[in-house]
């Protein structure tokens, strides 16, 4: 059966790219996409930024029409502010709208957005309803167990947000005050999936790193698709491993180092291409190490490709590291 959001047909078990915020911009979705995530989201987008036209928020509704189905994620506090920011983020043309009740850090929990929320079941029920009645789109939620684990309050939480018509839930199975600490628990997850009421599609969060740990988890826990984070920063492959593992019960071969080298590079091009010479380049070094992780003696490479503002000069150094290896390997 395939999974489905509204009228976007998402395939059987989907796999969605989750909102990162620094990292999953147009450069890191595109080799997500390349690789297989069937829906993704933007970098969360402050609803007071997007409002006063604050150039940083503005720069994110950028989307493509190659990474459809793509969602915009905002959050906020105000709930007029929340309105408004939906009217522009759905001018931006995704395909959904999604609502950030997850983020623990304090500069946006403290404001009274993100997953502060869930302190507040009847705000975030006020808020999502203004979110749903401002767009046309259909309008997701990603969220946590709870505020701590006194107030596991998600269960409540599904119901009362479906009543007021999203059209499907990802959950974190973290509480806020976990942070990002400890083990993910998805139990409360397969509760809710459980729940005869329940009738819109439950994502799954929280540690998927292997096609082990996402094959178990989908028959133990029941989720309707799964969202993946930290483990596809530089290791994009984990989808189309995931993938391939659903489709044929066997193990995909983890990526060469050609495979590497021309994923890191198509990141960098794309990095450069939408962000400038001189950022892309930049914010382009926080990926290096993750992309040659396990390679041994790599770090005199990474300290060049990090030091490096020069395009050309990192794609000599990559088809160094490309001889090196692939000898080494071969
Ligand atoms: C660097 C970083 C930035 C994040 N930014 C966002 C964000 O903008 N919006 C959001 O809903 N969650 C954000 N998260 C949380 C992730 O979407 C995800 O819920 C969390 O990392 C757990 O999933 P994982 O174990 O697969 O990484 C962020 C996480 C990380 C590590």
């Known amino acids: 059966m395939p999974v489905k959001i509204g009228t976007i047909d998402l395939g059987a078990f989907p796999l969605l790219l989750a909102p990162m915020e620094d990292v999953s911009d147009p450069p890191f979705r595109y080799v997500c996409k390349q690789n297989g995530a069937d829906l993704m989201y933007t970098e969360f987008i402050s609803s007071e930024g997007l409002i006063r036209d604050a150039a940083k928020s503005l720069q994110k509704l950028d989307i493509f029409e190659y990474e459809r189905p793509i969602g915009i994620q905002i959050f906020g506090s105000n709930i007029e502010s929340m309105r408004e920011a939906t009217v522009i983020a ?41 979110v749903v009645e401002s767009t046309h789109l259909p309008v997701t939620v990603k969220t946590r167990l709870g505020w701590d684990d006194n107030t596991k309050n998600v269960f409540e939480v599904a119901e009362r947000l479906q009543d007021v018509g999203i059209k499907a839930l990802t959950i974190h199975g973290r509480t806020r005050a976990q942070m990002y600490k400890g083990s993910a628990d998805w139990s409360m997850i397969r509760d809710i999936k459980r729940n005869p009421f329940i009738e819109i599609p439950i994502f799954g969060n929280g540690d998927v790193d292997s096609v082990e740990k996402a094959a178990n988890w989908r028959m133990e826990y029941e989720v309707d698709g799964i969202m993946i984070g930290r483990a596809a920063i530089g290791y994009p492959w984990i989808f189309r491993e995931i993938k391939h593992f659903f489709a044929t019960g066997e193990h995909l071969a983890g990526p060469t180092i050609a495979e590497r080298i021309e994923n890191c590079l198509t990141h960098l091009q794309k990095s450069i291409e939408w962000k400038g010479e001189k950022t892309g380049i930049f914010e382009m070094r926080r990926h290096y190490s993750n992309y040659f992780k396990g390679l041994h003696d790599f770090k005199e490479f990474r300290m060049r490709l990090v030091t490096s503002d020069s395009q050309n000069t990192i794609i000599e150094i990559l088809e160094e590291v490309k001889e090196k290896y692939e000898t080494e390997m071969a």
């Open 90 to 130: 759905t001018k931006a043309g995704p395909d959904l709208i999604d609502i950030n009740y997850g983020c623990p850090v304090k500069n946006v929990a403290c404001r009274g957005a993100g997953a502060s929320l869930l302190q507040d079941i009847d705000r975030m029920v006020a808020m999502t309803k203004a």
